[in-house]
């Protein structure tokens, strides 16, 4: 663990100084002047030295970086902290993953594709998981799978038709597991035309007679009893693997805390997702971090859900939405004068907005603010702020370098738990693509007999 160790307090180091800046909110950029308070003044000159330049490339751009010494500094800094590549005592890639399962005694396999069911993000994650998954149950002797917030059941319904697992999956909302039931039935009556398409296919790959998938409707906190629910589905089962795609919040941390303590849990994967909406109570959950009263912010926490690889490769900062909500803030603040005070949430709505004025009207009509400005006078006000633009995307850009690595302390922090908690084989795995899949690190621990 002491690799670990070293790993999250370099983090926290290098996080201490930034909290300003990772702790602040978009929607305050133009009215608390966060470019003054929280950009460096050696970084803001560079900027100023390049202001024909997209702020893009001032980031990305090889030839724009060599020049902005300060701002790639801080570029490197940042990606030094986040965790790439192999090191076994802090993650590994998948492919690399599997390879330490075989060399720990575990079977290969090969993957399916599930397009004709699936949307194409949801295919690559449920072939990947599925994979593991599959893998690790039958190298620890598990036949019966749990899976906490199984949302529409795509994942539980390839482990019960592909790995020929038991599977129930659990959610607390009554229309996703009646829409798994459904969904199991429709993907068994293509199931044999999908699987014929695969080399070496064998009659039980084929066979949908027999295939185990059962739903349960509960909301899943700390003191639920998970053995006594499969009990009642899967009673001849004294042992389990726990599975989360995408668990959200605290549902994550509350199965980790599952399998550490229920001895019949033999294996856990599981993908977070959903950072902001944790308790304060499950983060940290290491001793380590917990000693020094170790805490996130909850903006700190949605910067972390950032996908900052999807953006790089799209080349383009999506403004509007960015723009619109800080000059409504401003709004708030000059109009309605709302300064000082705890303003309602407008919500997600730009994306039904092809410009301010569009944007402006429907945000006070949500939030009942009398809004007596004509379109042609709210076009002016944006106008009057569009001078921002350029600085609040380049602010974006400068805390979305930071995202990584505070969702990298999130994970190590789980990692961690269970390491000290006396399961060794617990690993943090790259198991997606972070462009199809920003939330793409799974935290898997495996209960070996010794």
């Known amino acids: 663990m002491d690799k670990l160790h070293q790993r999250i307090e370099s983090i926290i180091a290098y996080v201490e100084p930034l909290k300003p800046l990772i702790n602040s909110h978009m929607v305050s950029y133009i009215t608390d002047d966060l470019w003054n308070k929280y950009v460096p003044e050696d970084m803001r000159d560079e900027y100023e030295s390049h202001s024909s330049t997209e702020v893009f490339d001032l980031f990305f751009n090889e030839d724009c970086s060599r020049i902005n010494r300060t701002l790639q500094k801080f570029i490197k800094e940042a990606s030094s902290m986040t965790v790439y590549g192999n090191d076994p005592e802090v993650t590994y890639k998948v492919k ?233 803030e401003h709004m708030m603040d000059n109009v309605f004068n709302l300064k000082g005070t705890t303003k309602p949430d407008v919500g997600r709505i ?26 042609e006078e709210i076009r002016t006000y944006y106008e009057e702020l569009r001078c921002h633009e350029s600085k609040l995307q380049f602010y974006f850009l400068l805390r979305l370098i930071v995202a990584p690595v505070i969702e990298n302390l999130i994970l190590l922090d789980r990692q961690l738990y269970l390491l000290e908690n006396g399961f060794p084989h617990s690993y943090m795995v790259e198991l997606f693509d972070s462009v199809i899949s920003p939330r793409n690190y799974g935290i898997i621990s495996i209960k070996l007999d010794t």
């Not at 993957?111 to 190298?139: Q, Y």
């Not at 730009?350 to 410009?355: G, I, R, T, V």
Request: some cysteine.
């Open 350 to 375: 730009s994306s039904k907005c092809s410009n301010f004025v569009q944007y402006a009207r429907k945000a006070c009509s949500r939030l009942n603010l009398p809004l007596s400005m004509t379109d």
């Open 96 to 328: 690399d993953f599997k390879k330490h399962l075989v060399s720990l005694g575990c079977s290969t396999s090969n993957s399916l594709n599930f397009d004709k069911f699936m949307r194409p993000k949801k295919t690559h994650e449920v072939e990947a998981m599925s994979d593991i998954v599959g893998v690790i149950s039958e190298f620890a002797g598990v036949s019966h799978i749990v899976d906490v917030g199984d949302g529409k059941g795509y994942l539980s319904s390839v482990l019960a038709l592909e790995n020929k697992l038991s599977v129930l999956g659990i959610d607390a909302s009554p229309t996703n597991t009646a829409g798994a039931a459904k969904r199991v039935e429709k993907m068994k009556k293509h199931w044999k035309g999908v699987r014929r398409k695969m080399d070496n296919v064998d009659d039980e790959k084929l066979d949908t007679d027999n295939v185990v998938y059962q739903q349960h409707t509960q909301m899943v906190n700390d003191d639920t009893d998970l053995a006594a629910i499969a009990e009642q589905y899967f009673p001849e089962a004294s042992i389990l693997g726990i599975v989360g795609l995408h668990t959200c919040g605290s549902l994550s941390p509350t199965c980790l805390k599952h399998f550490v303590r229920n001895p019949g849990l033999k294996f856990i994967v599981n993908v977070g997702c959903c950072y902001h909406l944790i308790e304060n109570s499950d983060f940290p959950l290491s001793d380590f971090l917990s000693r020094v009263s170790y805490t996130l912010s909850r903006n700190a926490r949605m910067l972390s859900l950032q996908p900052m690889d999807r953006i790089v490769q799209s080349e383009k900062v999506q403004s509007d939405p960015l723009m619109y909500r800080a000059v409504f």
